[in-house]
């Protein structure tokens, strides 16, 4: 088998899932293939480039061991709860053991309509699926738990949105895709029995320890708690916005899923939100460690029959679980901040001292990107670069005083600080308006260049790369891109 398939979700009971065919493209094309994410799933590159790969990728074609169906689950979207929702245009083709013993799903995502796909048409544009392609890829070069792109085709058939665009499909893989909602989707319909299997079949697949908890569901709530914690955390420490944190959006596992209206913020400033959906600020950079917490909070009513037969005690499980989530995201964040400003150690005021970083970014437009991996140079002693990116500089001086005074305190040697500050703040970003314009060349002119070489520069987020000094520069005014839309 050229994908050596084994479809654990397929035999879970009927009720999880419904069969799906993709959708023959009339004319695939092949746009980029995930070189070194097929080694690491034991996938022949050369193959999927060829004839028959190409097939595969663009639905034309069901791959041998491949049992292609759409997933079901329900979700909150925006805070209210759909009860059912489930893979309305991707198409799960399988599992995959990689070379790491690790399980992973294969998805073409824009492959046609399923049984879920209510009014939608179940395909995809080529610009969110290069957008997502992009990101998802630049993601995992910063090291952030995501989902990988494998393939990206344009299938030779037009969709229509507000105006006739190229269709095209992407070919991505996950841990697994199963997210809060598809233990929603069990839980409003008081099956309690498919909760149960589901929780089970997560234990078994991401969270084998809980297994071994005298309380395993309890392990499992603690052990997703703690993944999302850290994921938003991480968000936060490159400026990431998800833009659409509905619970159908957040993975079980832990991994970034579902790039839609997503975008890295330039200036620092909390309130930021891009998606064109996100009239009211719900999912704004800042919100995202409450939604976080929201969302599972959601989870964790799913679980309560699992917790106790006692519903009283359940529930003061599940409270005591969510409990746990400011510190665990805290942990990850402020450690987080303490590394992006060079400290090892750890001090009670340093708190004070990284929030009083901020303020001053906020009140004085400060590029979020560039002011870090500036900050590398001003340890070193080079001050100008930092704060020649304040509107007032001296709003800098009187920060770095303290902030110097408090890095004499801490044992490192300037030159290893630098280092390691550098391996933490990225030179490079997925800039919004460089990937607004990377998707105007494929989609308005065919021209792949931009696509291809952000890539290639994205995949070395933390490497000086002085080729790629213009993909470093954020937005000139009239370049800032005010919304991003929806995948759909
Ligand atoms: P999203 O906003 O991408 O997370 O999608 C929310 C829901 O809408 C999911 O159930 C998707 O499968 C479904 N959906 C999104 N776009 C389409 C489409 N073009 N056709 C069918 N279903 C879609
Ligand atoms: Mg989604």
Known sequence: MPIPFDNSYARLPQQFFAAAQPLQSPSPALIQ?????????????????????????????????????????????FGNFVPQLGDGRAILLGEVVDRAGRR????????????????????????PVLREYLVSEAMAALGIPTTRALAAVTTGEPVVRETILPGA???????????????????????????????????????????????????????????????????LLVGFIHGVMNTDNMSVAGETIDYGPCAFMDVYDAATVFSSIDRAGRYAYGNQPRIAHWNLTRLAETLLPLLDEDENAAVEQAQDALGGFGAMFEQTYFGGLRRKVGLLSDEPEDM??????????TENQVDFTL????????????????????????AFDAWATQWRAR???????????????????????????????????????????PFHRMLDVLSRPFEDQPDALDLAEPPLPHERVAATFCGT
């Not at 049992?67 to 979700?75: F, K, L, N, R, T």
């Not at 001003?378 to 500089?393: I, K, M, Q």
């Not at 998707?439 to 021209?447: F, K």
């Open 352 to 361: 004070e001292l990284m929030n009083a970083l901020l303020t001053r970014m």
């Open 104 to 127: 992973r799903d294969i998805q073409l995502k824009g492959a046609g309509r399923t049984p879920f796909s209510r009014g939608g048409d179940g395909r995809a544009a080529l610009g």
């Open 33 to 77: 293939v995930n070189e070194a994410l097929a080694a690491e799933l034991g996938i022949d590159s050369e193959w999927l480039k060829s004839p028959a790969g190409l097939d595969v990728l663009s639905g034309r074609a069901i791959a041998q061991g491949s049992e292609p169906i759409a997933q079901a689950y329900a979700g909150h979207q």
């Open 371 to 394: 002011l870090f991996r500036a900050l590398g140079r001003a340890a070193s002693g080079e001050d100008e670069p930092a704060r020649a990116l304040f509107v007032d500089p001296t």
């Open 407 to 449: 890095l004499a305190r801490d044992g490192q040697a300037a030159a290893d600080r630098r280092a390691a500050m550098d391996r933490v703040n990225p030179a490079f970003i997925p800039r919004n308006h460089q990937v607004e314009a990377m998707i105007t060349a494929a989609v308005e002119r065919q021209e792949y260049t």
């Open 169 to 235: 499909m992407l070919t991505r893989v996950a841990s697994s895709h199963i997210r809060v909602g598809t233990f929603q989707f069990f839980a409003a319909r008081g099956d309690e029995e498919a909760v149960r299997h589901l929780a089970d079949h997560v234990i078994a697949r991401h969270y084998p320890a809980a297994a071994e908890n005298p309380q395993p569901y309890r392990a499992l709530l603690d052990a997703v708690i703690s993944a999302q914690a850290a994921l938003v955390a991480r968000w």
